[in-house]
């Protein structure tokens, strides 16, 4: 299996928004058993937090979810 870890600072609007973004497209062309994608930041300050505002709203707009995303910090175990 693939798998894609995007990374940004916090983990609460680029990574996340290019994680559901990806996520969405694999389910439309049914391929998202082939693909594992995440996310995870490089800082620890917005460890917990859910996708910005903003970044959700342009989701939205583009009727994808992102409900349940809880930012957190990359580990050893996303070299694996």
Same mark, same amino acid.
């Given at each position: 299996?693939?798998?894609?870890?995007?990374?940004?600072?916090?983990?609460?609007?680029?990574? %996340?928004? !290019?994680?559901? #973004? @990806?996520?969405?497209?694999?389910? =439309?062309?049914?391929?998202?058993?082939?693909?594992?994608? $995440?996310?995870?930041?490089?800082?620890?300050?917005?460890?917990?937090?859910?996708?910005? %505002?903003? !970044?959700?709203? #342009? @989701?939205?707009?583009?009727?994808? =979810?992102?409900?349940?995303?809880?930012?957190?910090?990359? $580990?050893?175990?996303?070299?694996?």
């Amino acid at each position: 299996m693939i798998k894609i870890l995007f990374i940004c600072h916090g983990n609460i609007c680029r990574s %996340p928004m !290019a994680e559901f #973004i @990806l996520r969405d497209m694999l389910e =439309r062309t049914g391929r998202e058993g082939e693909i594992a994608v $995440s996310s995870a930041a490089v800082s620890r300050e917005e460890l917990g937090n859910p996708v910005y %505002p903003p !970044a959700r709203r #342009i @989701l939205a707009a583009h009727g994808i =979810r992102c409900e349940g995303h809880a930012a957190r910090q990359m $580990s050893a175990q996303d070299y694996e």
